[in-house]
């Protein structure tokens, strides 16, 4: 907590020494600047500390610089953030991270990363809502990362702390998705992913490896698997923004299926419920009740366990690591309180921030008639969020849980 003091003292200090400047539009090339760009392009760079203290990675220090592009409605079309970041167990990390919303219906995502010690990671996301006079939204990722910090428990909400281990998850892979608007606010939702997996000595020395504590008939997926799966899913949605939302109900309903004879390891099925909402409590909607309740179950024989239903990190439970509970059914609720501090205004760029008080409670089991009450992990925390729309979130979520406290920093709100 000491760490998370010290950054709330250097931001200040750090966006004091913020600037603009104005940059012709044709020395700007396209994302960067498009249509709907002014003939001089608004650019704000703001120095920011990076600061995180996470179960699996432990404490990362280090800076980053965020240069934000508006257009002629003043509005951030575009940020690009290198990054310089050390960690004890990968060393000094260089990054790269750009987020592109050239239009309202499309949007381009991209981060390239490496350390000096094992992780590495580059990727691309894709929203594209113009295709068939904008009624199909196609989304895509492509990826491939290293990831040292990987851990695992056992099975089931019962492992423990003594049974830790570290390993390095590398992967490749894609995931595509189509919509298409079937009435109202209800879509059909198709989709397609790839995922090759290969599992190898992590970065964590302190930590004993995987494959030195277990092996392949307990752990299936434990010498690396591939996984081509299909979806089918069910949306309704009546969120007020994909990205920002402060109003509106989503509810989804999905079946996946992973086949060996489309290139598979092994046959299994995920099936998930999801419904989240947003409920403000003012016309200005300064107080706002975010929820989720999340439901998912995977059945099959000999499921890699990278493949199963899986719980904790900066999405789910707040207060663990990543991968943290794996079983073959999972249920999540999250619930926080998005409160709208002050909007604050610095070199033109208009930022609201946010205090976000929250409760996630989740566990894992074999399926849901086997749950248990003391099979439930609670993390109650705190956000801080800085919030600028109509695309941008940049957060500080802070858990407390059984196992200590957990401190994540990124983009984004967790649901």
């Not at 046959?267 to 409920?279: I, L, S, T």
């Amino acid at each position: 907590m000491n760490l998370v003091r010290s950054a709330l003292i250097m931001l200040p200090v750090l966006l004091c020494s913020a600037c603009t400047t104005l940059v012709p539009r044709e020395n700007l090339p396209y994302p960067l600047a498009t249509e709907e760009s002014a003939d001089q392009v608004k650019v704000v760079s703001i120095p920011l500390p990076v600061i995180a203290a996470s179960p699996n990675e432990g404490v990362t220090t280090g800076a980053l610089a965020a240069f934000l592009v508006h257009n002629r409605k003043d509005e951030v079309t575009s940020l690009v953030a290198p990054q310089l970041n050390f960690n004890p167990n990968f060393g000094t990390t260089v990054s790269l991270y750009g987020a592109f919303y050239p239009s309202t219906s499309r949007s381009v995502e991209i981060n390239l990363s490496r350390s000096t010690k094992v992780n590495d990671d580059y990727e691309i996301k894709v929203r594209d809502v113009t295709l068939q006079e904008g009624k199909l939204e196609l989304n895509a990722f492509l990826y491939h990362f290293t990831d040292g910090s990987s851990r695992f428990f056992g099975f089931a909400s019962g492992s423990t702390k003594d049974g830790e281990t570290n390993y390095a998850n590398r992967e490749d892979g894609f995931t595509v998705t189509a919509t298409w608007p079937l009435y109202k606010h209800t879509s059909l939702q198709v989709g397609e992913r790839l995922r090759t997996v290969a599992i190898d000595r992590g970065a964590v020395t302190s930590l004993p490896y995987i494959k030195d504590r277990f092996t392949v008939a307990e752990i299936p997926g434990l010498d690396g698997f591939t996984a081509h799966a299909q979806k089918l899913a069910l949306v309704y949605s009546t969120l007020d923004s994909p990205t920002i939302p402060s109003y509106g109900g989503f509810a989804k309903v999905s079946v996946e299926g992973s086949m060996r004879f489309l290139g598979s390891d092994e046959n299994y099925r995920h099936y998930e419920v999801e419904a989240k909402g947003f409920v403000p409590k003012d016309e200005a909607k300064r107080f706002i009740t975010a929820f989720r309740v999340l439901y998912n179950q995977t059945l099959g024989d000999a499921v890699p366990f990278l493949e199963r239903s899986i719980l904790g990190g900066e999405n789910s439970l707040r207060a663990y690591g990543r991968n943290r509970f794996i079983d073959s059914s999972c249920l999540l609720i999250n619930l926080e309180e998005r409160v709208r501090l002050f909007r604050w205004e610095i070199f033109d760029v208009t930022a609201d921030w946010e205090l976000a008080p929250f409760i996630d409670t989740g566990a894992v089991m074999k399926s849901l008639a086997s749950i248990k009450g003391n099979s439930f992990q609670f993390s109650p925390g705190v956000g801080i969020r800085a919030v600028v729309r109509p695309n941008i979130v940049g957060r500080m979520d802070i858990g407390w849980g059984n196992e200590g406290v957990a401190v994540f920093v990124g983009l984004g709100y967790p649901f």
